[in-house]
């Protein structure tokens, strides 16, 4: 890891208590990374875990950063005045395009489904009719009162990382987490003909130590793309199987690459992924962490960020524990150099004055 050598890595991530080998899971990594952190918030108040764990800080670094992310029209932080707004309409004011997104900031994990698309909203007689789902399709919401119904269940529900090896650790972080919400404008579509809809595409990249390693379709789990020697470079692989091994993957793409999406290299839509991913990991100055971003058919330079992972549930197939060995080797060889201290500004309150040589 040459890269981690420079790397000036934030004094929250220096306190992970991991690595005697360099053989280590990347589950165990991420467990030992929110015991580090729950530690940290315990003795010195630092409450660096809501870079991820609280949408409405993350969403706030972003901005303060420069990252380009979907526009952001409102946050709220009591029941009262979500509720007051969603009541007179004041929630929609800023909204110029559809679908908008209802988040809970303080619910980061995808069980909670705590996402609400709302597709449209129209006057009816006297009352508004909204076309509402949430994300991941559990509800499907019509009025204002079913609305509202939803942001009270929702700002009254704790969030637990259900069925996650590193839970008991992470639900000790967001035991006590302030409920809020905010809302989202939509990432840019692209028309599919194939599908004749337009649909949204969305790719995961994993970072270690200021450098993207791979990346992931959000809906499609046949194949990594792999970062090679430049931006523009980017290898379609298979999870697994002889046709990796052998590295026949740099000949054929893997049969269940779709043709569909050969608009991704022709356009050269990497070019914007790799640089936006590790921008927003210099940022943090992190050591490993998941950076989701959208991107749009005819418009490779306009790559967005949507969200991060500090503790990535899935995505990186058979290549999960090379990842994990990634992010520990530098740890072992303390092959890195410390921003701050335990009275530092938190990773989530950062500025681009705060962040370093590697912020651009």
């Known amino acids: 890891m040459q890269n981690a050598s420079n790397y000036k890595l934030d004094w929250a991530f220096t306190q992970i ?18 015991e580090a952190m729950f530690r940290s918030w315990q003795t010195v108040k630092r409450d660096d875990f809501k870079i991820e764990k609280n949408k409405c800080d993350m969403y ?8 380009p ?14 509720l007051n707004d969603l009541a007179t309409g004041d929630m929609f004011k800023q909204v110029t395009s559809w679908p908008i997104f209802l988040k809970c900031c303080h619910l980061s994990m995808g069980s909670a489904d705590s996402v609400l698309r709302i597709k449209s909203r129209r006057q009816q007689g006297d009352a508004w ?3 509402a789902k949430t994300v991941k399709g559990k509800l499907h919401l019509k009025s204002d ?29 967001t035991s006590d987490m302030a409920p809020g919400f905010m809302l989202q404008g939509p990432a840019q579509l692209t028309y599919v003909v194939e599908e004749q809809d337009w649909l949204m595409f969305e790719v995961k990249v994993f970072v270690q130590w200021g450098s993207a390693f791979c990346a992931m379709l959000a809906d499609n789990t046949d194949f990594l793309f792999i970062r090679g020697s430049s931006n523009s470079d980017a290898e379609v692989v298979p999870h697994g199987g002889l046709s990796s091994i052998l590295y026949l993957h740099t000949v054929f793409r893997p049969h269940k690459f779709p043709r569909s999406l050969n608009w991704v290299f022709d356009e050269d839509h990497f070019a914007c992924i790799w640089p936006l991913a590790e921008r927003a990991a210099a940022a943090m100055r992190i050591d490993d962490v998941r950076i989701d971003i959208f991107f749009t058919r005819g418009k490779s330079k306009n790559c967005v960020i949507n969200e991060i992972s500090l503790s990535s549930g899935w995505g990186q197939g058979v290549y999960r524990d090379f990842i994990g060995m990634l992010w520990a080797e530098p740890h072992v060889l303390k092959r890195y150099q410390v921003r701050g201290n335990a009275t530092s500004m938190p990773v989530h309150m950062l500025g681009p004055n705060d962040s370093g040589p590697f912020a651009a």
Request: hydrophobic content about 35%; overall charge positive.
């Open 60 to 67: 706030r670094f972003f901005v303060r950063n420069d990252l």
């Open 129 to 131: 009719v909204y076309e």
């Open 69 to 82: 992310t979907t526009a952001i029209h409102r946050y709220w932080h009591d029941n009262v005045s979500i």
């Open 17 to 34: 208590d991991c690595c005697g080998s360099r053989r280590q899971s990347y589950d165990d990594l991420v467990r030992k990374r929110f």
């Open 145 to 173: 009162k079913e609305i509202a119904d939803w942001v009270r269940t929702k700002f009254g529900y704790k969030a637990i990382d259900k069925g996650r090896s590193w839970q008991a650790s992470a639900d000790k972080l």
